[in-house]
Protein backbone atom coordinates (compact mmCIF):
# COMPACT_ATOMS: atom_id res chain seq x y z
CA UNK A 1 0.00 0.00 0.00
CA UNK A 2 1.33 3.37 -0.71
CA UNK A 3 0.25 7.00 -0.69
CA UNK A 4 -1.85 8.49 -3.07
CA UNK A 5 -1.11 12.67 -3.37
CA UNK A 6 -3.79 14.26 -3.78
CA UNK A 7 -6.59 11.99 -3.20
CA UNK A 8 -7.20 13.27 0.29
CA UNK A 9 -10.77 14.85 1.58
CA UNK A 10 -11.80 16.48 4.45
CA UNK A 11 -11.98 19.56 6.07
CA UNK A 12 -9.44 22.32 5.07
CA UNK A 13 -8.01 24.31 8.30
CA UNK A 14 -11.05 27.14 7.45
CA UNK A 15 -10.30 30.31 8.23
CA UNK A 16 -9.79 32.67 10.90
CA UNK A 17 -12.79 33.37 13.40
CA UNK A 18 -14.14 36.59 13.70
CA UNK A 19 -15.83 38.24 16.72
CA UNK A 20 -16.07 36.38 20.35
CA UNK A 21 -14.05 33.37 19.43
CA UNK A 22 -11.92 34.66 16.85
CA UNK A 23 -9.29 37.58 16.45
CA UNK A 24 -5.50 37.95 15.51
CA UNK A 25 -2.18 37.71 17.44
CA UNK A 26 -2.61 41.52 17.75
CA UNK A 27 -5.96 40.82 19.64
CA UNK A 28 -5.98 41.81 23.30
CA UNK A 29 -6.34 39.39 26.10
CA UNK A 30 -5.55 36.15 27.36
CA UNK A 31 -7.05 32.87 27.47
CA UNK A 32 -8.63 30.99 30.62
CA UNK A 33 -7.40 27.79 32.43
CA UNK A 34 -9.31 25.35 34.43
CA UNK A 35 -8.75 26.72 37.98
CA UNK A 36 -8.63 30.83 36.55
CA UNK A 37 -11.67 32.44 34.79
CA UNK A 38 -10.78 35.36 32.59
CA UNK A 39 -13.39 37.77 30.91
CA UNK A 40 -11.20 39.01 28.22
CA UNK A 41 -10.99 37.07 24.51
CA UNK A 42 -7.79 34.64 24.26
CA UNK A 43 -5.38 36.00 22.24
CA UNK A 44 -4.37 34.16 19.27
CA UNK A 45 -0.37 32.58 19.11
CA UNK A 46 2.19 30.39 17.00
CA UNK A 47 1.29 27.02 19.13
CA UNK A 48 4.81 25.75 18.16
CA UNK A 49 6.31 28.27 20.67
CA UNK A 50 5.36 27.07 24.17
CA UNK A 51 5.14 29.75 26.89
CA UNK A 52 3.60 28.24 30.09
CA UNK A 53 5.69 28.20 33.52
CA UNK A 54 9.29 30.00 33.98
CA UNK A 55 11.65 30.48 30.75
CA UNK A 56 14.82 28.79 32.21
CA UNK A 57 16.89 26.51 29.03
CA UNK A 58 19.76 25.62 27.58
CA UNK A 59 21.18 22.38 26.41
CA UNK A 60 20.74 18.87 27.51
CA UNK A 61 23.89 18.69 28.87
CA UNK A 62 22.58 21.81 31.25
CA UNK A 63 19.83 20.02 32.17
CA UNK A 64 21.07 17.23 33.16
CA UNK A 65 23.80 18.66 35.01
CA UNK A 66 20.54 21.04 37.01
CA UNK A 67 18.78 17.94 37.91
CA UNK A 68 21.71 16.73 39.88
CA UNK A 69 22.57 19.98 41.67
CA UNK A 70 18.99 19.84 42.37
CA UNK A 71 19.24 16.34 44.18
CA UNK A 72 18.56 16.37 47.82
CA UNK A 73 17.00 19.60 47.61
CA UNK A 74 13.31 20.57 48.79
CA UNK A 75 11.11 19.47 45.95
CA UNK A 76 9.80 23.46 45.19
CA UNK A 77 13.26 24.07 43.74
CA UNK A 78 12.12 21.62 41.14
CA UNK A 79 10.30 24.97 39.37
CA UNK A 80 14.40 25.65 38.14
CA UNK A 81 13.40 23.76 35.53
CA UNK A 82 10.66 25.02 33.76
CA UNK A 83 11.45 26.12 30.49
CA UNK A 84 8.37 27.78 28.22
CA UNK A 85 10.02 29.26 25.69
CA UNK A 86 13.84 28.16 25.08
CA UNK A 87 13.58 24.71 26.08
CA UNK A 88 15.88 22.38 26.81
CA UNK A 89 17.82 21.01 23.36
CA UNK A 90 18.68 17.98 22.88
CA UNK A 91 21.38 18.26 19.67
CA UNK A 92 21.78 14.35 19.75
CA UNK A 93 18.39 13.24 19.74
CA UNK A 94 17.15 15.84 17.49
CA UNK A 95 14.56 17.17 19.98
CA UNK A 96 13.88 20.00 22.55
CA UNK A 97 11.98 19.39 25.52
CA UNK A 98 9.56 21.88 27.13
CA UNK A 99 8.60 22.05 30.51
CA UNK A 100 5.58 23.58 31.78
CA UNK A 101 5.02 24.73 35.80
CA UNK A 102 6.30 22.32 37.76
CA UNK A 103 4.35 20.77 40.51
CA UNK A 104 4.65 22.40 44.09
CA UNK A 105 4.32 18.65 45.87
CA UNK A 106 5.15 15.03 45.08
CA UNK A 107 1.25 14.77 45.82
CA UNK A 108 0.13 17.59 43.33
CA UNK A 109 -0.66 16.91 39.52
CA UNK A 110 2.25 16.02 37.75
CA UNK A 111 4.05 18.60 35.64
CA UNK A 112 3.44 18.74 32.18
CA UNK A 113 5.75 18.61 29.40
CA UNK A 114 6.55 19.11 25.52
CA UNK A 115 8.74 17.48 23.01
CA UNK A 116 9.15 19.04 19.85
CA UNK A 117 10.93 17.00 17.12
CA UNK A 118 12.00 18.68 14.17
CA UNK A 119 10.49 17.35 11.13
CA UNK A 120 14.10 17.07 9.49
CA UNK A 121 14.75 14.29 12.41
CA UNK A 122 11.30 13.25 12.29
CA UNK A 123 11.33 12.56 8.79
CA UNK A 124 8.05 11.40 7.74
CA UNK A 125 6.84 11.61 4.59
CA UNK A 126 4.87 15.07 3.65
CA UNK A 127 2.31 12.54 2.06
CA UNK A 128 1.88 11.21 5.12
CA UNK A 129 0.18 14.84 6.89
CA UNK A 130 -0.46 16.71 3.48
CA UNK A 131 -4.21 17.20 4.73
CA UNK A 132 -6.03 18.00 8.03
CA UNK A 133 -7.63 14.55 7.96
CA UNK A 134 -3.89 12.70 7.87
CA UNK A 135 -2.28 14.81 9.71
CA UNK A 136 -4.99 13.91 12.46
CA UNK A 137 -4.63 10.37 11.83
CA UNK A 138 -0.86 10.21 11.69
CA UNK A 139 -0.93 11.69 15.31
CA UNK A 140 -3.86 9.32 16.59
CA UNK A 141 -1.20 6.71 15.61
CA UNK A 142 1.68 8.05 17.19
CA UNK A 143 -0.04 8.88 20.35
CA UNK A 144 -0.96 4.85 20.15
CA UNK A 145 2.78 3.92 20.28
CA UNK A 146 3.83 6.65 22.76
CA UNK A 147 1.21 5.07 25.19
CA UNK A 148 2.05 1.65 24.17
CA UNK A 149 5.79 2.45 24.93
CA UNK A 150 4.91 3.60 27.88
CA UNK A 151 3.87 1.04 29.35
CA UNK A 152 6.42 -1.78 27.77
CA UNK A 153 9.33 0.01 29.00
CA UNK A 154 7.07 0.41 32.29
CA UNK A 155 7.98 3.79 32.44
CA UNK A 156 4.58 4.55 33.36
CA UNK A 157 4.73 2.94 36.84
CA UNK A 158 5.41 5.21 39.92
CA UNK A 159 8.03 4.56 41.99
CA UNK A 160 5.66 4.75 45.21
CA UNK A 161 3.56 1.97 43.81
CA UNK A 162 3.64 -1.07 46.00
CA UNK A 163 3.10 0.37 49.55
CA UNK A 164 5.79 2.98 50.58
CA UNK A 165 5.22 5.36 53.27
CA UNK A 166 5.46 8.82 52.64
CA UNK A 167 9.21 9.05 53.25
CA UNK A 168 9.64 6.51 50.55
CA UNK A 169 10.13 7.02 46.40
CA UNK A 170 7.20 8.42 44.81
CA UNK A 171 6.50 9.85 41.69
CA UNK A 172 9.17 9.40 38.14
CA UNK A 173 5.95 8.01 35.79
CA UNK A 174 5.77 9.48 32.78
CA UNK A 175 1.89 9.13 31.36
CA UNK A 176 0.52 10.40 28.09
CA UNK A 177 -3.55 10.84 27.08
CA UNK A 178 -4.98 6.79 26.65
CA UNK A 179 -6.38 6.01 23.09
CA UNK A 180 -10.08 5.02 22.53
CA UNK A 181 -11.44 3.06 19.62
CA UNK A 182 -12.06 6.01 17.81
CA UNK A 183 -9.79 8.42 16.11
CA UNK A 184 -10.31 12.52 17.07
CA UNK A 185 -8.10 15.52 16.80
CA UNK A 186 -6.25 15.32 19.94
CA UNK A 187 -3.23 16.93 21.73
CA UNK A 188 -1.35 14.16 22.91
CA UNK A 189 0.28 14.25 19.83
CA UNK A 190 0.56 16.59 16.96
CA UNK A 191 1.84 17.24 13.55
CA UNK A 192 2.82 20.89 13.12
CA UNK A 193 2.40 22.76 9.94
CA UNK A 194 5.79 22.66 9.46
CA UNK A 195 6.11 19.16 9.95
CA UNK A 196 7.85 19.27 13.61
CA UNK A 197 5.86 16.43 15.82
CA UNK A 198 5.13 17.88 19.33
CA UNK A 199 4.29 15.33 22.32
CA UNK A 200 2.69 16.51 25.25
CA UNK A 201 2.87 14.49 28.57
CA UNK A 202 3.29 15.03 32.13
CA UNK A 203 5.91 13.39 34.14
CA UNK A 204 5.32 13.11 37.95
CA UNK A 205 8.81 14.43 39.24
CA UNK A 206 10.67 12.22 41.48
CA UNK A 207 10.93 12.51 45.41
CA UNK A 208 12.01 11.09 48.24
CA UNK A 209 9.03 12.55 50.84
CA UNK A 210 9.66 16.28 49.76
CA UNK A 211 13.42 15.55 48.52
CA UNK A 212 14.09 15.57 45.07
CA UNK A 213 15.64 12.68 43.70
CA UNK A 214 17.37 13.91 41.25
CA UNK A 215 19.65 11.35 40.05
CA UNK A 216 15.76 9.32 39.16
CA UNK A 217 15.00 12.48 37.57
CA UNK A 218 18.33 12.18 35.57
CA UNK A 219 17.63 8.82 34.61
CA UNK A 220 14.17 10.15 33.12
CA UNK A 221 15.07 12.82 31.41
CA UNK A 222 18.18 11.25 30.06
CA UNK A 223 17.38 7.47 29.21
CA UNK A 224 13.34 7.31 29.66
CA UNK A 225 12.23 10.17 27.89
CA UNK A 226 15.02 9.82 25.17
CA UNK A 227 14.45 6.34 24.33
CA UNK A 228 11.09 7.19 24.28
CA UNK A 229 11.16 9.71 21.45
CA UNK A 230 13.46 7.45 19.36
CA UNK A 231 10.95 4.46 19.16
CA UNK A 232 8.10 6.58 18.92
CA UNK A 233 8.10 10.03 17.73
CA UNK A 234 11.15 8.89 14.43
CA UNK A 235 9.59 7.71 11.08
CA UNK A 236 12.43 5.12 10.06
CA UNK A 237 11.89 3.32 13.86
CA UNK A 238 8.03 2.59 13.21
CA UNK A 239 7.02 -0.48 10.51
CA UNK A 240 5.88 2.17 7.46
CA UNK A 241 3.57 0.11 6.36
CA UNK A 242 1.39 -0.10 9.48
CA UNK A 243 1.29 3.71 9.63
CA UNK A 244 0.59 3.85 5.95
CA UNK A 245 -2.37 1.80 6.58
CA UNK A 246 -3.53 3.39 9.77
CA UNK A 247 -3.62 7.10 7.90
CA UNK A 248 -5.03 5.85 4.48
CA UNK A 249 -7.87 3.96 6.39
CA UNK A 250 -8.92 6.90 8.77
CA UNK A 251 -8.92 8.56 4.95
CA UNK A 252 -10.86 6.56 3.26
CA UNK A 253 -13.57 6.20 6.17
CA UNK A 254 -13.59 10.29 6.33
CA UNK A 255 -13.92 9.83 2.04
CA UNK A 256 -17.20 7.64 2.84
CA UNK A 257 -18.81 9.91 5.31
CA UNK A 258 -18.34 12.94 2.83
CA UNK A 259 -20.28 11.32 0.31
CA UNK A 260 -22.98 10.15 1.80
CA UNK A 261 -25.03 13.36 1.42
CA UNK A 262 -24.36 13.17 -2.20
CA UNK A 263 -25.41 9.38 -2.63
CA UNK A 264 -28.84 10.84 -0.64
CA UNK A 265 -27.43 8.74 2.28
CA UNK A 266 -27.30 9.52 6.15
CA UNK A 267 -25.49 6.27 7.01
CA UNK A 268 -23.57 3.75 5.75
CA UNK A 269 -22.64 -0.23 7.10
CA UNK A 270 -20.18 -2.26 5.64
CA UNK A 271 -20.97 -6.10 5.11
CA UNK A 272 -18.69 -7.62 7.46
CA UNK A 273 -18.71 -5.03 10.37
CA UNK A 274 -18.26 -6.46 14.16
CA UNK A 275 -20.73 -4.19 15.68
CA UNK A 276 -20.93 -5.77 19.26
CA UNK A 277 -18.38 -4.84 22.12
CA UNK A 278 -16.79 -6.72 24.25
CA UNK A 279 -18.70 -5.44 26.87
CA UNK A 280 -20.74 -1.89 28.15
CA UNK A 281 -17.22 -0.72 29.77
CA UNK A 282 -15.29 -1.99 27.51
CA UNK A 283 -15.28 -0.90 23.29
CA UNK A 284 -13.20 -3.17 21.70
CA UNK A 285 -14.66 -5.60 19.84
CA UNK A 286 -16.65 -8.91 20.93
CA UNK A 287 -14.60 -11.76 19.70
CA UNK A 288 -15.97 -15.28 19.48
CA UNK A 289 -13.54 -16.59 21.68
CA UNK A 290 -15.03 -14.30 24.39
CA UNK A 291 -18.17 -16.14 25.86
CA UNK A 292 -20.03 -15.05 29.13
CA UNK A 293 -20.71 -18.36 31.54
CA UNK A 294 -23.79 -20.09 29.35
CA UNK A 295 -23.23 -17.92 26.49
CA UNK A 296 -24.17 -19.88 23.56
CA UNK A 297 -24.16 -16.93 21.26
CA UNK A 298 -21.66 -16.70 18.14
CA UNK A 299 -20.32 -13.67 16.50
CA UNK A 300 -22.35 -12.55 13.61
CA UNK A 301 -20.69 -10.17 11.44
CA UNK A 302 -22.86 -7.61 9.44
CA UNK A 303 -23.96 -8.46 6.50
CA UNK A 304 -27.17 -5.53 4.57
CA UNK A 305 -29.99 -6.64 2.64
CA UNK A 306 -29.87 -6.84 -1.69
CA UNK A 307 -32.32 -4.25 -1.47
CA UNK A 308 -30.56 -1.62 0.13
CA UNK A 309 -26.49 -2.51 -0.07
CA UNK A 310 -25.09 0.70 -2.09
CA UNK A 311 -21.31 0.36 -2.49
CA UNK A 312 -18.29 2.78 -2.51
CA UNK A 313 -14.82 2.74 -4.42
CA UNK A 314 -12.08 3.72 -1.96
CA UNK A 315 -9.80 6.36 -3.58
CA UNK A 316 -6.80 5.50 -1.50
CA UNK A 317 -6.73 1.27 -0.56
CA UNK A 318 -8.24 0.14 -4.24
CA UNK A 319 -10.93 -1.62 -3.04
CA UNK A 320 -15.16 -1.46 -3.61
CA UNK A 321 -17.05 -1.19 0.10
CA UNK A 322 -20.32 -3.08 -0.11
CA UNK A 323 -22.69 -2.31 2.82
CA UNK A 324 -26.73 -1.30 3.47
CA UNK A 325 -26.86 2.39 2.84
CA UNK A 326 -29.47 4.35 5.13
CA UNK A 327 -30.81 6.68 3.03
CA UNK A 328 -32.55 10.27 4.38
CA UNK A 329 -36.28 10.29 5.68
CA UNK A 330 -37.62 8.39 8.37
CA UNK A 331 -36.25 4.87 9.33
CA UNK A 332 -37.05 2.05 11.48
CA UNK A 333 -35.06 -0.44 12.96
CA UNK A 334 -37.33 -3.34 14.48
CA UNK A 335 -36.60 -6.70 15.70
CA UNK A 336 -37.63 -8.44 18.68
CA UNK A 337 -35.79 -7.84 22.04
CA UNK A 338 -31.58 -9.03 22.04
CA UNK A 339 -31.76 -9.29 18.48
CA UNK A 340 -29.33 -5.93 17.86
CA UNK A 341 -31.59 -3.52 17.07
CA UNK A 342 -29.73 -1.72 20.17
CA UNK A 343 -26.33 -2.72 18.57
CA UNK A 344 -27.01 -1.50 15.20
CA UNK A 345 -27.90 2.33 16.35
CA UNK A 346 -24.79 2.35 19.10
CA UNK A 347 -22.59 1.94 15.81
CA UNK A 348 -24.72 4.96 14.17
CA UNK A 349 -24.44 7.31 16.94
CA UNK A 350 -20.59 7.11 16.97
CA UNK A 351 -20.45 7.11 13.85
CA UNK A 352 -19.57 10.32 12.78
CA UNK A 353 -15.89 9.44 14.41
CA UNK A 354 -13.01 7.51 12.19
CA UNK A 355 -12.15 3.98 13.98
CA UNK A 356 -8.93 2.39 14.23
CA UNK A 357 -8.35 -0.55 11.78
CA UNK A 358 -9.22 -3.82 13.58
CA UNK A 359 -12.39 -1.89 15.79
CA UNK A 360 -14.81 -4.12 13.70
CA UNK A 361 -16.71 -0.70 12.56
CA UNK A 362 -14.38 1.45 10.22
CA UNK A 363 -16.96 2.38 7.41
CA UNK A 364 -19.41 2.64 9.16
CA UNK A 365 -20.20 5.92 9.11
CA UNK A 366 -22.81 8.40 10.07
CA UNK A 367 -23.88 11.75 8.91
CA UNK A 368 -21.95 14.43 10.79
CA UNK A 369 -24.63 16.35 12.18
CA UNK A 370 -26.51 13.26 13.48
CA UNK A 371 -27.40 13.66 16.93
CA UNK A 372 -28.39 10.58 19.71
CA UNK A 373 -31.71 11.93 21.56
CA UNK A 374 -32.91 10.06 24.69
CA UNK A 375 -35.10 11.26 27.63
CA UNK A 376 -33.33 12.62 30.84
CA UNK A 377 -35.28 13.31 33.58
CA UNK A 378 -34.32 16.39 36.31
CA UNK A 379 -31.70 17.63 33.39
CA UNK A 380 -31.98 21.68 33.65
CA UNK A 381 -34.17 23.56 30.50
CA UNK A 382 -33.04 27.38 30.47
CA UNK A 383 -35.73 29.08 27.52
CA UNK A 384 -36.34 26.26 25.38
CA UNK A 385 -39.40 26.95 23.26
CA UNK A 386 -40.75 23.14 23.21
CA UNK A 387 -44.45 24.07 21.87
CA UNK A 388 -43.80 22.51 18.57
CA UNK A 389 -44.12 19.00 21.06
CA UNK A 390 -45.73 20.20 24.33
CA UNK A 391 -48.54 23.21 25.19
CA UNK A 392 -51.25 24.08 27.17
CA UNK A 393 -50.32 22.87 30.44
CA UNK A 394 -51.95 23.30 33.50
CA UNK A 395 -51.91 26.91 35.40
CA UNK A 396 -51.40 28.90 32.14
CA UNK A 397 -47.50 27.81 32.20
CA UNK A 398 -45.80 29.09 29.27
CA UNK A 399 -43.91 26.35 26.76
CA UNK A 400 -42.50 29.01 24.37
CA UNK A 401 -39.85 29.79 26.68
CA UNK A 402 -39.55 26.95 28.91
CA UNK A 403 -37.37 26.57 31.80
CA UNK A 404 -37.00 24.25 34.91
CA UNK A 405 -34.52 23.10 37.04
CA UNK A 406 -36.07 19.32 37.23
CA UNK A 407 -37.72 18.24 33.41
CA UNK A 408 -39.60 14.93 33.80
CA UNK A 409 -39.21 12.78 30.60
CA UNK A 410 -41.26 14.41 27.71
CA UNK A 411 -40.09 17.77 28.68
CA UNK A 412 -36.43 16.86 28.77
CA UNK A 413 -36.79 14.47 25.29
CA UNK A 414 -38.83 17.51 23.60
CA UNK A 415 -36.13 20.12 24.71
CA UNK A 416 -32.91 17.96 23.60
CA UNK A 417 -35.09 17.59 19.80
CA UNK A 418 -35.40 21.40 19.89
CA UNK A 419 -31.98 22.26 21.53
CA UNK A 420 -30.22 19.67 18.55
CA UNK A 421 -32.37 21.39 15.68
CA UNK A 422 -31.02 24.54 16.95
CA UNK A 423 -27.88 23.61 16.72
CA UNK A 424 -27.99 22.40 13.07
CA UNK A 425 -28.69 18.45 13.53
CA UNK A 426 -30.30 16.98 10.50
CA UNK A 427 -30.38 13.61 11.31
CA UNK A 428 -32.07 12.29 15.14
CA UNK A 429 -30.64 8.62 16.51
CA UNK A 430 -33.42 7.76 18.55
CA UNK A 431 -34.10 4.30 20.60
CA UNK A 432 -37.31 3.96 22.14
CA UNK A 433 -35.64 2.19 25.49
CA UNK A 434 -33.98 5.24 26.40
CA UNK A 435 -37.40 7.57 25.47
CA UNK A 436 -40.20 8.78 27.45
CA UNK A 437 -43.37 6.55 25.67
CA UNK A 438 -45.75 9.39 25.98
CA UNK A 439 -43.71 11.72 24.20
CA UNK A 440 -43.41 9.21 21.19
CA UNK A 441 -46.64 7.94 21.27
CA UNK A 442 -50.77 7.84 22.32
CA UNK A 443 -52.65 5.07 21.38
CA UNK A 444 -56.73 5.43 20.22
CA UNK A 445 -57.98 4.19 23.41
CA UNK A 446 -56.06 6.55 25.49
CA UNK A 447 -57.00 9.93 23.70
CA UNK A 448 -60.99 8.14 23.97
CA UNK A 449 -60.83 8.57 27.41
CA UNK A 450 -58.53 11.80 27.92
CA UNK A 451 -59.36 14.31 25.51
CA UNK A 452 -57.07 16.13 23.27
CA UNK A 453 -57.66 19.02 24.81
CA UNK A 454 -56.41 17.80 28.25
CA UNK A 455 -53.42 16.38 27.24
CA UNK A 456 -50.64 18.85 26.70
CA UNK A 457 -48.52 16.71 24.21
CA UNK A 458 -48.49 16.08 20.58
CA UNK A 459 -46.37 13.00 20.61
CA UNK A 460 -43.59 12.24 18.10
CA UNK A 461 -44.94 9.91 16.09
CA UNK A 462 -47.30 12.91 14.69
CA UNK A 463 -44.32 15.41 14.06
CA UNK A 464 -41.90 13.41 12.62
CA UNK A 465 -43.21 13.23 9.15
CA UNK A 466 -43.19 16.90 9.20
CA UNK A 467 -39.82 16.88 10.31
CA UNK A 468 -38.70 14.98 7.56
CA UNK A 469 -40.27 17.06 5.11
CA UNK A 470 -37.96 19.50 6.53
CA UNK A 471 -34.64 17.84 5.84
CA UNK A 472 -34.48 16.05 9.29
CA UNK A 473 -34.14 12.56 8.78
CA UNK A 474 -34.54 10.17 11.49
CA UNK A 475 -33.39 6.65 12.52
CA UNK A 476 -35.27 5.17 15.38
CA UNK A 477 -35.19 2.10 17.13
CA UNK A 478 -39.04 0.66 17.89
CA UNK A 479 -39.65 -2.93 19.11
CA UNK A 480 -43.25 -2.06 20.86
CA UNK A 481 -45.23 0.08 18.67
CA UNK A 482 -46.06 -0.46 15.07
CA UNK A 483 -47.78 2.94 14.33
CA UNK A 484 -44.59 3.85 13.02
CA UNK A 485 -45.34 1.78 9.95
CA UNK A 486 -47.37 4.40 8.73
CA UNK A 487 -44.40 7.49 8.72
CA UNK A 488 -41.45 5.29 8.05
CA UNK A 489 -39.89 5.38 4.63
CA UNK A 490 -37.52 2.50 5.20
CA UNK A 491 -37.89 -0.50 7.84
CA UNK A 492 -35.03 -2.48 8.74
CA UNK A 493 -35.85 -5.90 10.75
CA UNK A 494 -33.06 -7.37 12.80
CA UNK A 495 -33.32 -11.14 13.65
CA UNK A 496 -30.38 -12.47 15.66
CA UNK A 497 -28.04 -9.55 14.72
CA UNK A 498 -29.03 -10.21 10.90
CA UNK A 499 -30.28 -7.48 8.77
CA UNK A 500 -33.41 -7.26 6.43
CA UNK A 501 -35.52 -5.10 4.39
CA UNK A 502 -39.60 -5.17 5.62
CA UNK A 503 -40.16 -2.33 4.25
CA UNK A 504 -42.70 -3.31 1.85
CA UNK A 505 -44.71 -5.29 4.69
CA UNK A 506 -44.09 -2.80 6.92
CA UNK A 507 -46.26 -0.15 4.64
CA UNK A 508 -48.83 -3.77 3.94
CA UNK A 509 -49.48 -3.74 7.58
CA UNK A 510 -49.97 0.21 8.18
CA UNK A 511 -52.50 0.28 4.76
CA UNK A 512 -54.23 -2.67 6.54
CA UNK A 513 -55.34 -1.50 9.45
CA UNK A 514 -57.61 1.30 10.24
CA UNK A 515 -55.57 4.62 9.73
CA UNK A 516 -55.60 7.16 12.97
CA UNK A 517 -57.01 10.33 11.47
CA UNK A 518 -55.71 12.54 14.12
CA UNK A 519 -52.35 11.31 13.41
CA UNK A 520 -53.10 11.55 9.70
CA UNK A 521 -54.02 16.00 10.64
CA UNK A 522 -50.89 16.23 12.49
CA UNK A 523 -48.55 15.20 10.15
CA UNK A 524 -49.93 17.26 7.70
CA UNK A 525 -49.48 20.80 9.93
CA UNK A 526 -46.02 22.39 10.02
CA UNK A 527 -43.63 21.33 12.78
CA UNK A 528 -43.45 25.37 14.81
CA UNK A 529 -40.78 27.25 15.54
CA UNK A 530 -37.08 26.68 16.72
CA UNK A 531 -36.03 29.96 18.14
CA UNK A 532 -32.47 30.81 18.74
CA UNK A 533 -31.33 31.36 22.39
CA UNK A 534 -27.95 33.67 23.46
CA UNK A 535 -26.20 32.62 26.40
CA UNK A 536 -25.34 35.23 28.78
CA UNK A 537 -21.45 35.53 29.77
CA UNK A 538 -22.01 36.44 33.15
CA UNK A 539 -23.67 33.31 34.31
CA UNK A 540 -20.99 31.54 33.39
CA UNK A 541 -18.31 32.42 35.97
CA UNK A 542 -17.54 29.79 38.34
CA UNK A 543 -18.85 30.43 41.72
CA UNK A 544 -15.58 29.05 43.84
CA UNK A 545 -13.43 29.78 40.04
CA UNK A 546 -12.68 25.75 40.29
CA UNK A 547 -13.57 23.49 36.85
CA UNK A 548 -12.84 20.10 37.87
CA UNK A 549 -13.32 17.14 35.08
CA UNK A 550 -14.25 14.17 37.70
CA UNK A 551 -14.89 11.92 35.11
CA UNK A 552 -16.08 11.56 30.95
CA UNK A 553 -19.66 12.09 32.58
CA UNK A 554 -19.11 14.81 35.21
CA UNK A 555 -17.85 18.47 35.23
CA UNK A 556 -18.11 20.04 38.82
CA UNK A 557 -18.18 23.32 37.51
CA UNK A 558 -17.79 26.13 40.56
CA UNK A 559 -20.34 24.65 43.29
CA UNK A 560 -22.09 23.08 40.24
CA UNK A 561 -21.96 19.61 39.19
CA UNK A 562 -22.65 19.10 35.27
CA UNK A 563 -24.27 15.94 34.21
CA UNK A 564 -23.09 15.19 30.73
CA UNK A 565 -24.16 11.65 30.98
CA UNK A 566 -27.40 11.99 28.88
CA UNK A 567 -24.99 13.19 25.86
CA UNK A 568 -24.03 9.78 24.89
CA UNK A 569 -21.87 10.81 21.89
CA UNK A 570 -19.16 11.83 24.25
CA UNK A 571 -16.83 9.12 23.71
CA UNK A 572 -13.68 10.37 25.60
CA UNK A 573 -12.86 11.69 29.07
CA UNK A 574 -10.40 14.05 26.62
CA UNK A 575 -13.24 15.16 24.99
CA UNK A 576 -15.17 16.31 28.25
CA UNK A 577 -11.79 18.42 29.26
CA UNK A 578 -12.06 20.55 25.80
CA UNK A 579 -15.78 20.97 26.89
CA UNK A 580 -14.96 22.49 30.50
CA UNK A 581 -12.20 24.41 28.72
CA UNK A 582 -14.83 25.61 25.96
CA UNK A 583 -17.53 26.93 29.06
CA UNK A 584 -15.29 29.19 30.13
CA UNK A 585 -14.53 30.90 27.80
CA UNK A 586 -18.36 32.02 27.51
CA UNK A 587 -17.52 34.37 30.59
CA UNK A 588 -16.14 36.67 27.42
CA UNK A 589 -19.29 37.09 26.47
CA UNK A 590 -20.31 40.96 26.57
CA UNK A 591 -23.39 41.86 28.21
CA UNK A 592 -26.45 41.85 26.31
CA UNK A 593 -24.81 39.88 23.61
CA UNK A 594 -26.96 39.82 20.33
CA UNK A 595 -24.92 35.76 19.15
CA UNK A 596 -26.65 32.97 19.39
CA UNK A 597 -25.30 29.65 20.72
CA UNK A 598 -25.29 28.57 17.53
CA UNK A 599 -22.93 31.60 16.14
CA UNK A 600 -20.76 31.54 19.44
CA UNK A 601 -19.89 28.09 18.84
CA UNK A 602 -19.32 28.17 14.78
CA UNK A 603 -16.99 30.88 15.84
CA UNK A 604 -15.43 28.36 18.04
CA UNK A 605 -15.20 25.44 15.53
CA UNK A 606 -13.58 28.04 12.81
CA UNK A 607 -10.70 28.61 15.67
CA UNK A 608 -10.32 25.38 16.39
CA UNK A 609 -10.00 24.77 12.37
CA UNK A 610 -7.17 26.76 12.82
CA UNK A 611 -5.24 26.48 15.17
CA UNK A 612 -6.41 23.16 16.85
CA UNK A 613 -6.84 22.66 20.53
CA UNK A 614 -4.15 24.89 22.00
CA UNK A 615 -6.78 27.56 21.30
CA UNK A 616 -9.00 26.47 24.20
CA UNK A 617 -5.32 25.84 26.52
CA UNK A 618 -2.98 28.99 26.20
CA UNK A 619 -0.02 26.89 25.54
CA UNK A 620 -0.28 25.01 28.69
CA UNK A 621 1.07 21.98 27.33
CA UNK A 622 -2.03 20.53 27.80
CA UNK A 623 -1.76 16.90 26.25
CA UNK A 624 -5.21 15.24 27.71
CA UNK A 625 -7.58 17.26 25.40
CA UNK A 626 -9.60 15.85 22.40
CA UNK A 627 -12.03 17.54 19.78
CA UNK A 628 -15.85 17.64 20.77
CA UNK A 629 -18.47 18.52 18.28
CA UNK A 630 -20.47 21.53 18.63
CA UNK A 631 -23.50 19.84 19.40
CA UNK A 632 -21.63 18.27 22.85
CA UNK A 633 -20.32 21.20 23.51
CA UNK A 634 -23.92 23.11 23.22
CA UNK A 635 -25.48 20.32 25.42
CA UNK A 636 -23.26 20.79 28.37
CA UNK A 637 -24.19 24.64 27.96
CA UNK A 638 -27.46 23.87 28.01
CA UNK A 639 -27.31 21.38 31.23
CA UNK A 640 -25.45 23.75 33.07
CA UNK A 641 -27.59 24.54 36.32
CA UNK A 642 -27.47 28.81 36.72
CA UNK A 643 -29.61 31.36 36.57
CA UNK A 644 -30.35 33.33 33.88
CA UNK A 645 -27.93 31.40 31.54
CA UNK A 646 -29.59 32.38 28.39
CA UNK A 647 -31.90 34.94 26.51
CA UNK A 648 -34.09 34.45 23.64
CA UNK A 649 -33.12 36.13 20.73
CA UNK A 650 -36.82 38.07 19.68
Known sequence: MSYRGGRGRGRGRGGRGGGYYGGSSSSGGRGVSSSQVNNNPPQSFDSTQPRTGGDNGGSHSDFVELLRRLDGKQYPAYHDIESSTRGWVNNMEGYTLYVGRAQGDPYAKPTRCRVIVKSDTAKFPPVSHQNKVRSVALGDYLNRVFYQNC?????????????????????????????????????????????????????????????????????????????????????????????????????????????????????????????????????????????????????????????????????????????????????????????????????????????????????????????????????????????????????????????????????????????????????????????????????????????????????????????????????????????????????????????????????????????????????RASFGNVTPRCPVGTAFNPNNGKITVRSKALITYGDVDLDLSGLEQIVSKEQTNSIALALQRLTALENGSKMTIFQVLTQLNALLDHEGLEALTNGQFDGSLARPRTFEIAGAINRLRVKGSFVQLK
Open 151 to 523: KDMGADLNAGEGGNNWSGPKGGDIEISKPTQHVIEQSAVRILPNGDVCAQFTVNLPARGRSILGHKAVQIFDQTLPQLVQKTLIYTSLDANVVTRHVLNVEDQEWVRSNLEIRGLVAFVPDGAILPRMSGDNDQPMDDSVKEDGDNSKLVRFHSPDTLRVSFDLPNMGKTLAGIGIRKGITLIVGGGFHGKSTLLSALQVGMYNKIPGDGREFCVCSSTAVKIRSEDGRNVSEVNISPFISNLPFGKKTDCFATLDASGSTSQATNIMEALEMGAKTLLIDEDTCATNFMIRDDKMMELVHKDKEPITPFLYKVKTLSKQGISVILVVGSCGDFFDVADTTILMDSYSCYDVTNRAKQIAASRATNNGALAAS
